[in-house]
Each structure stands twice: as structure tokens, then as C-alpha cells.
């Protein structure tokens, strides 16, 4: 579980690198954090930019930094489809992944709760087995039937009494 809890980490943490790298590059070329002081807070650096991914995934103030860097951009809207694929892939996919692996952790649970008790139940009819065998060897009858009479004479032996009682 936890190997793939930290490669979910990694992935996102490459997807939020990347991102970072991508916008930085871009907002860069247009020049655009000079003329809006919130451009130089989001994308100003490949960390800020990071953080701002972050932000983005946690759905905190993801509609105020789209609709204000598409504003910066022209209202061209690309940066409003990226934002909500973004938010989209790291909220949908990643924790369907983080969810898939839970559940793959209770199954696991539970098919080896169901082992352990069909050991438990197999122990006990061998022990139920071995009583019954200690019971006709009281009658000195190792294999076969049992009268009625035996029966009821089996059922007065105190031992016969106390191996039924375990």
C-alpha cells in the first residue's frame, strides 16, 4: 500500500512539475507577470507555479486564478480548460487510484480473515474427530456402528461425558 501511495505522490508531483514548467514558459514568453501583479504571485517561478498547482488541485481559489489568468491572456479560454483538466486528472483519476488500492487492501483483509477461519473450522472437526475416535475406543470399536444399547452405556462413562463436553 504504501509503495503505491508514494508512486501516486511521484506521479503527481511530476504532473505538478511539469505543469509548472509548461505555464512558467509560457506566461513567460508573453510576457504577461509584468503587467499583472497576480500573473508574478502564480507563475512567477517554477515554484510558485507549483504551489499554484497545488492550489489548483485542492480546488482553493481555482476559479479566482483561472478567470484571472485567462483575463491576462486575452480571454483566449485554453487556460480555463487546462485548469479544469488538471483539477479533473488529480481529483478523479488520482483518487479513483488511491481508492482502487484501499479496496484492493479490505479485500486482501477479508480473503485472508476467510483463510484463517476455515483453518479455524478444519482444526476443529479434527479435534471433533479425534473425540469421537477416544469415544468408540472407550467401546474398544475402532471403525463401525453403534448400537442403541452401546449408546446409552457410552452415554453413562463419565469420560464419554466429559470428551462431549469439550
Known amino acids: 500500500t504504501l509503495k503505491v501511495l508514494t508512486w501516486m505522490l511521484g506521479l503527481f508531483l511530476i504532473f505538478v512539475y511539469a505543469g509548472g514548467v ?4 509560457i ?8 503587467h499583472h501583479e497576480d500573473m508574478h504571485k502564480w507563475w512567477g517561478s517554477v515554484p510558485r507555479a507549483m504551489l499554484t498547482h497545488y ?3 485542492s480546488t482553493e481559489q481555482w476559479v479566482d486564478i483561472a478567470e484571472r489568468t ?3 491572456l486575452g480571454n483566449s479560454g485554453w487556460i480555463l480548460l487546462y485548469c479544469v483538466g488538471f483539477i479533473f486528472f488529480t481529483n478523479v483519476v488520482l483518487m479513483n487510484l488511491m481508492m482502487g488500492v ?10 485472508q480473515e476467510a483463510a484463517g477461519r476455515a483453518e479455524r ?17 472407550v467401546l474398544g470399536q475402532a471403525v463401525g456402528h453403534v ?3 452401546e449408546f446409552r452405556e457410552l452415554m453413562s462413562n463419565p469420560q464419554v461425558n466429559q470428551q462431549l463436553k469439550l
Open 102 to 111: 484501499v479496496i484492493e487492501n479490505v479485500l486482501d483483509f477479508a480473503k
Open 121 to 137: 473450522e478444519k482444526a476443529e472437526r479434527k479435534h471433533a474427530l479425534r473425540s469421537l475416535r477416544s469415544i468408540f475406543s
Open 22 to 25: 509548461m505555464l512558467v514558459k
Open 70 to 72: 485567462n483575463e491576462a
Open 147 to 149: 448400537t442403541h444399547s
Open 55 to 57: 492550489v489548483l488541485a
Open 27 to 34: 506566461l513567460t514568453q508573453e510576457d504577461l507577470r509584468a
